[in-house]
Nanobody
């Protein structure tokens, strides 16, 4: 069984930065593609970024390109999402998720089987 635990959310002013962490617990041979998703009140969950197990190739939603960076530290079993130049529209609950296979599926919510509990990110002055 795989457990994912997010941390690092909080309140930040527009233009500020946050780094989210997604820690993996439990042994799995697969499920090494990790995605970050977010869900704002009244909106559907949307894909933000993902990183592939095969070669650490990445995907970013257009809305975050150039501002967010996904990375992984295999020694710590942790995936990070560095978020810079934050905007009020980035306010949401952020979730990490795990998908099996070699290459992550970008923003496809249904491709991911394991989900964390989420961490709140609020961008406001």
């Amino acid at each position: 069984q795989l457990q994912l635990v997010e941390s690092g959310g909080g309140l930040v002013q527009p233009g500020g930065s946050l780094r989210l962490s997604c820690a993996r617990y439990g042994f799995t041979l697969d499920y090494n593609n990790i995605g970050w998703f977010r869900q704002a009140p009244g909106k559907e969950r949307e894909g933000v970024s993902c990183i592939s197990s095969a070669d650490d190739s990445t995907y970013y939603a257009d809305s975050v390109k150039g501002r967010f960076t996904i990375s992984r530290d295999n020694a710590k079993n942790t995936v990070y999402l560095q978020m810079n130049s934050l905007k009020p529209e980035d306010t949401a609950v952020y979730y990490c998720a795990a998908e099996r296979g070699s290459y992550c599926s970008g923003d496809s919510v249904y491709a991911y089987d394991y989900w964390g509990q989420g961490t709140q990110v609020t961008v406001s002055s």
